[in-house]
């Protein structure tokens, strides 16, 4: 897991502790929105994904943005609004998800990802 994190905060030119975050958040959101035994599959396939679900759990960013994300409630849009109330832009949001979807597709193969990516509402415009 600390690959991805490297290369997600090299990417977006972020700090560790932001990529860990954010990752968490992502994969905390796919694990409630996305087709369930796709996201199995992909979260067996990153050892340590499990732990970075629960560090993000609860963590919606803080001040205006982290409201309406709450405010929101799920959804790809309210992933989105968290992401920026903890401190990442759309364009680090972006680099973000391109990254962990690409790791995704390097662990867990194409084919889950590509259904990951087609069975969870609003997220195939974002990667």
Same mark, same amino acid.
């Given at each position: 897991?600390?690959?991805?994190i490297n290369?997600?905060? $090299? @990417?977006?030119?972020?700090? !560790?502790? +932001?990529?860990?975050?954010?990752? =968490?958040?992502?994969? /905390?959101? &796919? ?12 979260? $067996? @396939?990153?050892?340590?994904? !499990?732990? +970075?679900?629960?560090?993000?759990? =609860?963590?919606?960013? /803080?001040? &205006? ?57 609003g997220l195939?415009?974002?990667?």
């Amino acid at each position: 897991m600390q690959e991805l994190i490297n290369r997600v905060a $090299a @990417a977006a030119g972020i700090d !560790e502790g +932001l990529a860990t975050k954010a990752v =968490g958040m992502i994969l /905390g959101f &796919l694990q409630k929105e996305g087709p369930q035994a796709q996201v199995q599959q992909m979260l $067996a @396939a990153l050892p340590g994904a !499990e732990a +970075l679900i629960a560090q993000g759990e =609860g963590e919606g960013g /803080g001040g &205006l943005m982290g409201m309406v994300g709450g405010l929101m409630g799920g959804g790809i849009m309210g992933l989105g609004a968290n992401l920026m109330g903890a401190g990442l832009d759309m364009g680090q949001i972006s680099t973000v998800g391109k990254e962990l979807m690409a790791f995704g597709r390097e662990q867990a193969g194409e084919d889950v990802m590509g259904q990951i990516v087609a069975g969870t509402p609003g997220l195939s415009q974002f990667v």
